[in-house]
């Protein structure tokens, strides 16, 4: 008899948690299946270089196909559970609802950009997690270039002229460094907007930066940007988001038609419609081996899962930690179906790196710091390794390597994806 083993989503938890399960399940023992809505994996950590262009957008994804053996790949949107009958319910990708039965399910549905109730935001705002986002950001600093360029008002200026990011965690620093300095570099090309200047402004609501390393080397990232001309705002959050500008907690009336909202995630809202427990934050709540509580064949992992960090309270929503969990949770359903033995999810982060675009970088291993060039260094390699699919390292080698001698892209491509109407 086989066992049917369900995984929902397939980003960077689901991804590996599948192919874990590939290797130690016998092909006759289970049946793989991974419900994810596109057909690729998304490196996010890449994907302020695919904003910035240093990389390829399609280069920061993985076609999961590529990657997958025997796993059967369902595209669509896991929409609803019933625990009692061990059963998902599958919005499949090109219509119609399933329902796909499972002995053993894990939820690693990811997250989404966490919203606060500010007026105007979700009309007027980016997020920053996802290719879309990424790609969009990018097409607008060209086109307001474009536009300021040829503009002769000085309002309208000001206003395509100015980027303001909300958020100071490192996926929000790392997007505001890397399209600064894409910025800066494409200004050659634009002489009457050059003239105007540009503001690239950095909104945070706490006292200080990038809570996720250690104070000297968050002044250290402050002091890079500031050198840049980049303003910071601590202590400062939004009242207001309009088409044409936006309004702080200090009062200050920012003109810019850019707003990129990159304040925190929030567990995937679809958990809600479950059936699972969640805690206060909207995550499924795991025990140190990942099994959701209450839910003998249920596990979560990844930024929609609580589980215990052994450093204590619960892991942080980093990359870092779904790829290890993916595995663990993998044996451990294994495990459950009687092959091999369960274990407790033990891993500790000893690194992390904050990406600040020109060749520089800060972060930690251990207890060793670094900053500028040789952590820059380090944190490419790490992600070297860690990028799934050979044909994809080999292609960002590639991309950074052509990006060196030559001019930045400034190919606008937002219409290209709006075909003109026939007739
Ligand atoms: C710009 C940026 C930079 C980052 N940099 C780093 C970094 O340098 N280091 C680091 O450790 N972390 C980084 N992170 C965080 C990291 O990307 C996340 O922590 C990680 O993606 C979490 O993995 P996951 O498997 O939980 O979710 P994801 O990787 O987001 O995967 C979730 C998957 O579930 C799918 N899905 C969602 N809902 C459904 C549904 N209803 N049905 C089916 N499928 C569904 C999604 O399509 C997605 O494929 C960064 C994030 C961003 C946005």
Same mark, same amino acid.
């Given at each position: 008899?086989?066992?049917?083993?369900?995984?929902?989503?397939?980003?960077?938890?689901?991804?590996?948690?599948?192919?874990?399960?590939?290797?130690?399940?016998?092909?006759?023992?289970?049946?793989?299946?991974?419900?994810?809505?596109?057909?690729?994996?998304?490196?996010?950590?890449?994907?302020?270089?695919?904003?910035? @262009?240093?990389?390829? $957008?399609?280069?920061?994804?993985?076609?999961?196909?590529?990657?997958?053996?025997?796993?059967?790949?369902?595209?669509?949107?896991?929409?609803?559970?019933?625990?009692?009958?061990?059963?998902?319910?599958?919005?499949?990708? @090109? @219509?119609?609802?399933?329902?796909?039965?499972?002995?053993?399910?894990?939820?690693?549905?990811?997250?989404?950009?966490?919203?606060?109730?500010?007026?105007?935001?979700?009309?007027?705002?980016?997020?920053? +997690?996802?290719?879309?986002?990424?790609?969009? #950001?990018?097409?607008?600093?060209?086109?307001?270039?474009?536009?300021?360029?040829?503009?002769?008002?000085?309002?309208?200026?000001?206003?395509?002229?100015?980027?303001?990011?909300?958020?100071?965690?490192?996926?929000?620093?790392?997007?505001?460094?890397?399209? =600064?300095?894409?910025?800066?570099?494409?200004?050659?090309?634009?002489?009457?907007?050059?003239?105007?200047?540009?503001?690239?402004?950095?909104?945070?609501?706490? $006292?200080?930066?990038?809570?996720?390393?250690?104070?000297?080397?968050?002044?250290?990232?402050?002091?890079?940007?500031?050198?840049?001309?980049?303003?910071?705002?601590?202590?400062?959050?939004?009242?207001?988001?309009?088409?044409?500008?936006?309004?702080?907690?200090?009062?200050?009336?920012? $003109?810019?038609?850019?707003?990129?909202?990159?304040?925190?995630?929030?567990?995937?809202?679809?958990? +809600?419609?479950?059936?699972?427990?969640?805690?206060?934050?909207?995550?499924?709540?795991?025990?140190?081996?990942?099994?959701?509580?209450?839910?003998?064949?249920?596990?979560?992992?990844?930024?929609?899962?609580?589980?215990?960090?052994?450093?204590?309270?619960?892991?942080?929503?980093?990359? =870092?930690?779904?790829?290890?969990?993916?595995?663990?949770?993998?044996?451990?359903?294994?495990?459950?179906?009687?092959? @091999?033995?369960?274990?407790?999810?033990?891993?500790?982060?000893?690194?992390?790196?904050?990406?600040?675009?020109?060749?520089?970088?800060?972060?930690?291993?251990?207890?060793?710091? #670094?900053?500028?060039?040789?952590?820059?260094?380090?944190?490419?390699?790490?992600?070297?390794?860690?990028?799934?699919?050979?044909?994809? +390292?080999?292609?960002?080698?590639?991309?950074?390597?052509?990006?060196? $001698?030559?001019?930045?892209?400034?190919?606008?491509?937002?219409?290209?994806?709006?075909?003109?109407?026939?007739?």
């Amino acid at each position: 008899m086989a066992w049917n083993v369900v995984i929902a989503g397939g980003g960077f938890g689901g991804l590996s948690a599948a192919r874990e399960l590939e290797k130690v399940m016998p092909k006759q023992s289970a049946r793989l299946m991974l419900v994810n809505e596109t057909n690729y994996a998304t490196y996010a950590p890449f994907l302020p270089e695919a904003a910035a @262009g240093t990389l390829e $957008p399609r280069h920061v994804v993985t076609p999961l196909r590529d990657i997958l053996k025997r796993t059967y790949l369902r595209l669509g949107e896991i929409v609803g559970h019933d625990p009692a009958a061990k059963t998902v319910e599958l919005a499949a990708k @090109g @219509g119609g609802n399933e329902t796909i039965p499972y002995d053993q399910l894990l939820l690693s549905l990811g997250s989404v950009s966490r919203v606060l109730p500010i007026p105007g935001l979700t009309d007027h705002a980016f997020g920053f +997690k996802g290719l879309a986002d990424a790609i969009s #950001l990018r097409n607008r600093v060209v086109e307001n270039l474009e536009l300021a360029n040829a503009t002769n008002e000085h309002q309208r200026r000001e206003e395509l002229l100015t980027f303001v990011f909300v958020g100071g965690g490192y996926a929000g620093l790392e997007a505001l460094a890397e399209l =600064q300095d894409f910025a800066a570099d494409a200004m050659d090309s634009y002489p009457r907007a050059r003239l105007h200047g540009m503001r690239w402004i950095l909104v945070e609501a706490a $006292p200080r930066v990038l809570p996720e390393i250690d104070q000297d080397l968050a002044d250290y990232a402050l002091r890079e940007l500031r050198g840049r001309g980049i303003e910071i705002k601590l202590e400062t959050t939004l009242n207001e988001v309009a088409a044409d500008s936006v309004t702080l907690t200090s009062g200050e009336v920012i $003109p810019t038609n850019t707003v990129v909202w990159t304040a925190g995630v929030a567990p995937a809202p679809i958990l +809600k419609q479950l059936n699972v427990p969640l805690d206060e934050r909207g995550r499924v709540p795991v025990d140190d081996h990942l099994r959701v509580q209450g839910l003998d064949s249920v596990w979560a992992i990844g930024d929609c899962a609580a589980a215990p960090d052994p450093r204590g309270g619960t892991c942080p929503p980093t990359a =870092q930690h779904a790829v290890r969990q993916g595995p663990v949770a993998a044996r451990n359903i294994a495990a459950e179906l009687g092959i @091999g033995t369960a274990e407790p999810f033990t891993y500790r982060s000893e690194a992390s790196f904050v990406n600040l675009g020109r060749y520089k970088a800060v972060g930690r291993i251990g207890d060793r710091k #670094l900053r500028g060039f040789p952590a820059w260094f380090l944190a490419r390699t790490y992600h070297m390794s860690q990028i799934p699919g050979y044909s994809r +390292k080999a292609h960002a080698i590639l991309d950074w390597t052509a990006s060196m $001698p030559f001019k930045r892209d400034i190919a606008e491509l937002g219409s290209a994806t709006r075909p003109k109407r026939l007739g």
